[in-house]
Structure formats: structure tokens, C-alpha cells
Antibody, heavy 119, light 110 residues
Framework: EVQLLESGGGLVRPGGSLRLSCAAS????????MSWVRQSPGKGLEWVSA???????YYADSVKGRFTISRDNSKNTLYLQMNSLRAEDTAIYYC?????????????WGQGTLVTVSS | QSALTQPASVSGSPGQSITISCTGT?????????VSWYQQRPGKAPKLLIY???NRPSGVSNRFSGSKSGDTASLTISGLQAEDEADYYC??????????FGGGTKLTVL
């Protein structure tokens, strides 16, 4: 059974940093493209970042230069380093597995971790 | 890249069919057959319903179907059931190597 378990969310002040993790199991993590998708409270979904199985990275314009996606295939874990956080980054952050390729379609999602940016 | 346009809400009675539209541009929906649809129930993660415009993953009911014409994709749910009440999101691969989502549609089963 595929499982994606996010962690690392919490309350952080504007300008602060946070590192999210996503522990994966039940599939060949090293062969899969992975993404982070966020959802602001009561709002829609927004793709944030993706990483290919070979480590190529992609970012939404809204986070480019502030967020860094990475993966450790030996630990089956996906990461999102978030710096210079803003109030508008407040959201539930989901880890998602690509059906194929890098990030066109997501066949499995984690339950999400809440990030709140507030003073 | 702007979000895809979906109606904020749709409704239907049990047994009826409803269609949710998802309008993009010639930079996303209009040029790529990489439209996906997701169902999200309150407090839950999204669930994949349709990928590549009209393909259903195994385990998804054949009451869900997808199509595309020009810059607009559509999700049709036939034989509406109470359990279909949820939020529905479309997404499309877009130029400049990005992925865009629709704003979401709340489906109410009357």
C-alpha cells in the first residue's frame, strides 16, 4: 500500500524558515517524480514544486528563489526547505506522487501538514 | 500562469448527470492532453479521478468521465449519488514547465 506521510509543519514568523519532510513507502520511491502541492485555508490547490527521479527540480513562480525541493532516495524521503516565508505561504502542504513522468498527474497524496506564517 | 476557470458550484439530484467545466488557454488545456480531475472531500486529501483528459485509474467508478474541446475540459458525473458531494479540481500541464489547477467546484447533491 502506498503511503505518504508529511511532517514538519507548524507556526513560523514572517521571514522565517521551515523544512517539510514526506516519508514514502509502498512503491519504488527512487523511480518516481514527486511534488509538493499546497492549499490555503478554504481555497484551491496550488502546485508548488516538483523533483524528477533523477533530481531535476521545478518551481512555481510564487516560490522560486525561496523554496528548495530535494529528495533522499536512500531514506525514501522528500523534502521542502522553505525560506523567507510570507503570510501568503500559509497553507496545508501535500506531498504527491506522480503517476508517471515528473508532475503531470498525481495518483497518491499524503494527508498534508499545516504551515502557518504569522507574527 | 493563471489558474484554470471552474464554476464555483454545481448541484444535481440523485440519479441525474452533471458536468463541470474547466476553461484554460492555448498555453495549457488547449495545447496539452494532460488534464486531470481530482475529488476532495472535506478534511481529506485529493483523489485522482481522471488523467490525460479521459482516462480513469483502476478503482474509479465509470460514472466519472472526462472530455476536452478546444481550451475547455469537462468532467461528467452520471447517476449522481450522495457520496459524490465534494469539491472537484481540474489541473493541466502548461507551457514554461508548470502545472496549473482550477479554482475548484463544490458539488452539492440535492
Amino acid at each position: 500500500e502506498v503511503q505518504l506521510l508529511e511532517s514538519g509543519g507548524g507556526l513560523v514568523r514572517p521571514g522565517g524558515s521551515l523544512r517539510l519532510s514526506c516519508a514514502a513507502s509502498g512503491f519504488t520511491f527512487s523511480s518516481s517524480g514527486m511534488s509538493w502541492v499546497r492549499q490555503s485555508p478554504g481555497k484551491g490547490l496550488e502546485w508548488v514544486s516538483a523533483i524528477s527521479n533523477s533530481g531535476s527540480t521545478y518551481y512555481a513562480d510564487s516560490v522560486k528563489g525561496r523554496f528548495t525541493i530535494s529528495r533522499d532516495n536512500s531514506k525514501n524521503t522528500l523534502y521542502l526547505q522553505m525560506n523567507s516565508l510570507r503570510a501568503e505561504d500559509t497553507a496545508i502542504y501535500y506531498c504527491a506522487k506522480a503517476l508517471r513522468g515528473i508532475f503531470i498527474t498525481f495518483d497518491y497524496w499524503g494527508q498534508g501538514t499545516l504551515v502557518t506564517v504569522s507574527s | 500562469q493563471s489558474a484554470l476557470t471552474q464554476p464555483a458550484s454545481v448541484s444535481g439530484s440523485p440519479g441525474q448527470s452533471i458536468t463541470i467545466s474547466c476553461t484554460g488557454t492555448s498555453s495549457d488545456v488547449g495545447v496539452y492532453d494532460y488534464v486531470s480531475w481530482y475529488q476532495q472531500r472535506p478534511g481529506k486529501a485529493p483523489k485522482l479521478l481522471i488523467y490525460d483528459v479521459s482516462n480513469r485509474p483502476s478503482g474509479v467508478s465509470n460514472r466519472f468521465s472526462g472530455s476536452k474541446s478546444g481550451d475547455t475540459a469537462s468532467l461528467t458525473i452520471s447517476g449522481l449519488q450522495a457520496e459524490d458531494e465534494a469539491d472537484y479540481y481540474c489541473s493541466s500541464y502548461a507551457s514554461s514547465i508548470t502545472l496549473v489547477f482550477g479554482g475548484g467546484t463544490k458539488l452539492t447533491v440535492l
